[in-house]
């Protein structure tokens, strides 16, 4: 089965519907400009109530070492997510417990993809929703030229009604969700959520 990493996790309600519903991983935003941004304490507290075997994730965008190795220790959280314009010198300090987050846009992207030596490349913004149908399906072709090439989470613009079909292009290793099953930012949308899962499991 492809993996899934329900991300922009702010509460700890959503993180047990979505290890209920089958996820296999939570990511919490420390990027103080997203409406998704968790608190160290709260982060510490939801993740301390887990169960075992499941994967936690901090998202950061262009942060210190220093404060990303803090925000670690003081969470628990295991793998970090780099998501802003990080060098790849910068992301292997954190291995083997990095993933680098890469936009699918503009010229270069997929040669950028070889210079980060990470367990994982998130593939975010590969869907953008002014696009039509056809211009989507052409970057779900270009991302499974990356999936052959890297483990490769797929992210951006995935719903309920459209994992199952990027699945069938990429072959993705994982998925990554957020505001494709919310209420509102940062709130979960269960019945989306349990939809969403659904679909993967589907797909597989």
């Excluded at 929703?129 to 399906?137: C, D, N, Q, Y």
Aim: proline share 4%; charged share 25%; net charge positive.
């Amino acid at each position: 089965m492809v993996r899934v990493k329900v991300c922009g996790i702010t509460n700890a309600k959503d993180a047990e519907r979505a290890i209920l519903y089958g996820c296999h991983a939570l990511g919490f935003i420390f990027y103080a400009n997203s409406p998704r941004a968790v608190t160290v304490e709260t982060a510490r507290a939801i993740v301390r109530d887990l169960p075992p075997l499941v994967e936690t994730v901090g998202v950061f965008v262009d942060e210190s070492e220093g404060r990303i190795r803090k925000t670690l220790e003081a969470t628990g959280i295991q793998t970090v997510q780099l998501h802003g314009e990080e060098a790849p010198a910068f992301c292997a300090r954190f291995e083997p417990r990095a993933i680098k987050a890469i936009r699918m846009q503009g010229g270069g992207w997929m040669e950028r993809l070889d210079e980060y030596r990470v367990r994982g490349i998130l593939l975010d913004g590969f869907v953008d929703p002014h696009e039509s149908g056809v211009a989507g399906r052409k970057r779900w072709t270009l991302a499974r030229e990356a999936a052959s090439k890297r483990v490769v989470i797929l992210a951006g613009g995935l719903t309920p009604s459209n994992v199952a079909e990027a699945i069938g292009l990429v072959h993705p290793y994982g998925v990554d969700v957020s505001r494709g099953v919310e209420r509102n930012a940062g709130v979960k949308d269960w019945s989306k959520l349990k939809a969403f899962m659904e679909a993967v499991q589907g797909a597989a």
